[in-house]
């Protein structure tokens, strides 16, 4: 028997969460289904869990403008709902003469996306907030911070659930078909069910075409390719050298060996970007041994020996190896011509600080 819905939000990480809340509390019926046994277990558990300023993307892209606007939201939810966050600051430092101009270009990109919360220091000021340091001039970026992801995932589950909505685990999407009368989804698990929805919202980060490719009646012109770029970090023994984020400039395809830490001070560098074929989570210690060069660059306190291997993420990009930097792909009904479907590709960062900005991006498509 076909059950009736009005929206399914496939995947439960933190985007899929953050749009399933806002469409809950605008008084839309929810279900979101997740294959994996616990919400958030793949990109949204596996990064820096940094909030950025929106200082590094292009001009009118997504990426700068949902990440403008997510930082404020973020900021606001996390104070409202007693998620663990703090504005640390983030120095984005130059150490030649060569990425001295590169900053003054991110001040420019970071400008023109409205992110205007940005001071120049030179190299003397800059080393006079953090003694450890060594550049010869730095950005200072004193609302980039950081956050407790899966506290914030928590809430927003509470706030799906508080509103009616509901989460199914253990549920992966097995196909679906695209009818004049909705879209009719085949579900899995320990309790299969087939449903026609109103609305489908496929937020599965990784598997996200995948799960374009499960709907009969798609158009796989609309899907664009994958690409997987793994992120390996590695934790600092002994104390933590910096009380804010530190940045080298950005480079193509990653924002470089940078140094964060959580909320309990562990301090960790990384993500490095290795193009990888198949998801694998295994991080390999020899990896390590070239962050010391670029650590030492701008932190020469560094001591051999100091880094262990910590934990890995996977980003689902749609540049490849090589290719000119992609922006998010939000693709509702004026591209792909389906009623009531919405696809988000290659959502990676600042997809955590975008997410609720994405969520009212996402309904406003809606309706």
């Known amino acids: ?19 399933a809340r806002t469409l809950a509390m605008s008084g839309r019926e929810v279900f979101v289904i997740e294959s994996e046994s616990a919400i958030g277990t793949a990109t ?21 403008t949902l990440c403008v606007q997510g ?19 983030k120095l984005v430092v130059a150490t030649s003469e060569a990425e001295i101009e590169v900053l003054h270009s991110v001040v420019e990109k970071a400008a023109a996306n409205g992110c205007t919360e940005l001071d120049w220091l030179d190299g003397k000021d800059a080393m006079a907030l953090e003694p450890e340091l060594n550049c010869l001039a730095a950005l200072s970026s ?5 956050l407790d992801s899966h506290g914030y995932m928590l809430s927003l589950q509470g706030d799906i659930e508080a509103h009616g909505g509901w989460i199914a685990l253990e549920s992966p999407l097995i196909d679906g078909n695209i009818s ?58 002994g104390k933590a050298p910096f009380s804010r984020l530190v940045y080298p400039v ?18 960790r560098f990384g993500p490095d970007a290795e193009w990888v074929d198949a998801i694998d989570y295994d991080v390999d210690p020899n990896r390590g041994d070239s962050f010391y060069d670029q650590i030492r ?18 980003r689902p990009k749609l540049q490849a190896p090589g290719g000119a930097v992609e922006d998010f792909r939000i693709d509702g009904p004026a591209q792909h011509g389906v009623k009531g479907l919405i696809n988000l590709f290659g959502i990676e960062s600042p997809g955590l600080t975008a997410s609720l900005a994405i969520a009212e991006h996402v309904r406003a498509l809606l309706d």
């Not at 399914?8 to 933190?14: D, K, L, P, T, Y």
């Not at 087939?194 to 009969?216: D, K, P, W």
């Not at 660059?297 to 996977?314: E, F, N, Q, T, V």
Request: glycine share 14%; proline share 4%.
């Open 1 to 19: 028997m076909t059950e009736k819905l009005d929206c399914v939000v496939i995947g439960a990480g933190v985007v899929g969460l953050a749009i």
């Open 44 to 64: 949204s558990s596996r990064n820096s869990e940094v909030i950025h300023a929106g200082i590094y993307y292009p001009q009118g892209s997504l990426k700068g």
């Open 71 to 89: 930082k404020d939201l973020l900021y606001d939810y996390a104070q409202r709902h007693g998620v663990d966050h703090q504005r640390c600051g």
């Open 142 to 146: 004193p609302t980039t911070g950081i």
């Open 180 to 237: 004049a009368n909705g879209i009719v989804l085949r579900i899995g698990g320990l309790e299969p069910m087939e449903v026609l929805c109103n609305t489908v919202i496929n937020s599965a980060g990784l598997n996200a075409q995948g799960v374009a490719n499960y709907l009969h009646g798609f158009d796989k012109r609309h899907i664009p390719a994958r690409y997987l770029c793994k992120g390996n970090y590695f934790a600092l023994s």
């Open 250 to 267: 950005p480079g193509a395809a990653s924002l470089g060996c940078h140094y964060t830490r959580d909320l309990g001070g562990q301090a």
């Open 297 to 314: 660059r701008y932190w020469p306190g560094l001591k051999d020996g100091a880094l262990s291997p910590s934990y890995c993420g996977i």
